[in-house]
T-cell receptor, first 115, second 110 residues
């Protein structure tokens, strides 16, 4: 079945530094990828939608200059948390939709801790 | 707007008990409906889905029926196992986005 690899699975960084999270579709082409954020014991909140080769569409309230999304190929999207602060600590999950739009596959998530 | 409401957790049951997790939705048109499961420390896995009214999704002993008249998609399982302990999310797909409920944490006691 469809597999999405998300890396790293966890990362600890210092406040003020930037962190890049990768999301790869391993055995299918993903025209659209989604990035979610999950706070402890809460639901997943959609941050942005990225389409291959075009700019990401951010949800209301999400700072696009802070959460940089790049979707340069049909199998890779990256989320960069710039100038991270402790309040950015969260669980980030990506999701990919295949080229025929038949389903959504989720990555295993990245737990970011900013100290 | 589009939204999903599911019962608050945590839900604690003994092994082999019957499980129901309620989920209702608000949406324009006819969204697809999903149940996702998140095991500790892992990402989300699709558990089951239904794409139109009266469809029944099923997987691993879990079932849910798309009820248009009550805008519901309740998750059920006849006999739960300890390995079913996880967080369960009800979700809908509308306008190319998946909207999740807040999740219900399920604890199964041996």
């Amino acid at each position: 079945g469809a597999v999405v690899s998300q890396h790293p699975s966890w990362v600890i960084c210092k406040s003020g530094t930037s962190v890049k999270i990768e999301c790869r579709s391993l055995d299918f082409q993903a025209t659209t990828m989604f990035w979610y954020r999950q706070f402890p014991k809460q639901s997943l909140m959609l941050m942005a939608t990225s389409n291959e080769g075009s700019k990401a569409t951010y949800e209301q309230g999400v700072e696009k200059d802070k959460f940089l999304i790049n979707h340069a190929s049909l199998t890779l999207s990256t989320l960069t948390v710039t100038s991270a602060h402790p309040e950015d600590s969260s669980f980030y999950i990506c999701s990919a939709r295949d080229i025929v739009g038949s389903g959504y596959t989720f990555g295993s998530g990245t737990r970011l801790t900013v100290v | 707007g589009n939204s999903v409401t599911q019962m608050e957790g945590p839900v604690t049951l003994s092994e082999e008990a019957f499980l129901t997790i309620n989920c209702t939705y608000t949406a324009t048109g006819y969204p697809s409906l999903f149940w996702y499961v998140q095991y500790p420390g892992e990402g989300l896995q699709l558990l089951l889905k239904a794409t139109k009214a009266d469809d029944k999704g099923s997987n691993k002993g879990f079932e849910a029926t798309y009820r248009k008249e009550t805008t519901s998609f309740h998750l059920e399982k006849g006999s739960v196992q300890v390995s079913d302990s996880a967080v369960y999310f009800c979700a809908l797909n509308r306008d190319d986005k998946i909207i999740f409920g807040k999740g219900t944490r399920l604890h199964i006691l041996p």
